[in-house]
């Protein structure tokens, strides 16, 4: 949706601009009322919660409010959330922010669903190509390539982080890391550059097939 908004602005069809984010509302709500019966039921997503005798009040009061966005951007890409162990296949993921150690940033209670790795240990090769494009964007002024990156702070209000929300992180990366690798295959810094994306994809790839192996083996 986020790459079919870019395009829509680009060729400046506002119909296609009105109607993405209305498709894609009106799928959530379709799945969440096929699957809950419900638009946003609290109940299925107090687990593993830091201070549980507080979320339900938190979440009954705005599980949603940009106080979570520093405390869900620690969490989403912190370094460390990574473990290695004796044991096929070597690697796993911490188990989750309620045992890992997350930092609360002006706020007092945080939803942990599940354990989870981050977007700095999984996807380190679009994180620094991303980082590339959007140094490269903002110093030619390409502001609507600038402006993608904020997509994501929406997944980083809600009162928690899981697993599953670092695919919300993917159409931005994509976005700015395309940039990146433009810029980067026209620069004198192509070989050395290039050696090391390709040295982060591969251990993308590798630590992305040891966290879902894991999972098949530990159910």
């Known amino acids: 949706m986020a790459v079919l908004g870019v395009v829509a602005v680009l060729r400046r069809d506002w119909l296609l601009c009105i109607a993405a984010p209305?498709?894609?509302?009106?799928?959530?709500a379709v799945v969440m009322l096929w699957k809950f019966g419900a638009l946003y039921p609290p109940q299925n997503h107090l687990i593993g919660c830091v201070k549980w005798d507080k979320c339900l009040t938190l979440v009954k009061?705005?599980?949603?409010?940009?106080?979570?966005?520093?405390?869900?951007?620690?969490?989403?890409?912190?370094?460390?959330?990574?473990?290695f162990t004796g044991d096929f296949p070597w690697i796993r993921a911490p188990g989750g922010p309620l045992n890992s150690g997350v930092k609360l940033i002006g706020i007092h209670s945080y939803l942990g669903t599940d354990a989870m790795a981050s977007v700095?240990?999984?996807?380190?090769?679009?994180?620094?190509?991303?980082?590339?494009?959007?140094?490269?964007?903002?110093?030619t002024r390409r502001w609507l390539i600038?402006?993608?990156?904020?997509?994501?702070?929406?997944?980083?209000?809600?009162?928690?982080a899981t697993q599953r929300y670092l695919a919300d992180f993917v159409p931005t990366l994509i976005i700015a890391s395309a940039c990146g690798l433009a810029y980067l295959l026209s620069s004198?810094?192509?070989?050395i550059?290039?050696?090391?994306?390709?040295?982060?994809?591969?251990w993308s790839v590798i630590v992305c097939v040891a966290l879902a192996l894991w999972k098949i083996t530990t159910g």
């Open 193 to 202: 550059g290039g050696t090391i994306i390709a040295v982060l994809g591969a």
């Open 61 to 83: 009061a705005g599980s949603t409010h940009p106080r979570f966005i520093a405390t869900n951007l620690y969490q989403y890409f912190r370094p460390d959330l990574l473990s």
């Open 188 to 191: 004198r810094w192509r070989v």
């Open 120 to 139: 700095t240990t999984t996807m380190p090769a679009l994180l620094a190509l991303s980082i590339v494009g959007l140094v490269k964007a903002s110093w």
């Open 146 to 160: 600038v402006a993608s990156s904020i997509g994501p702070l929406v997944t980083c209000m809600y009162l928690g």
């Open 22 to 28: 209305v498709a894609a509302v009106g799928l959530y």
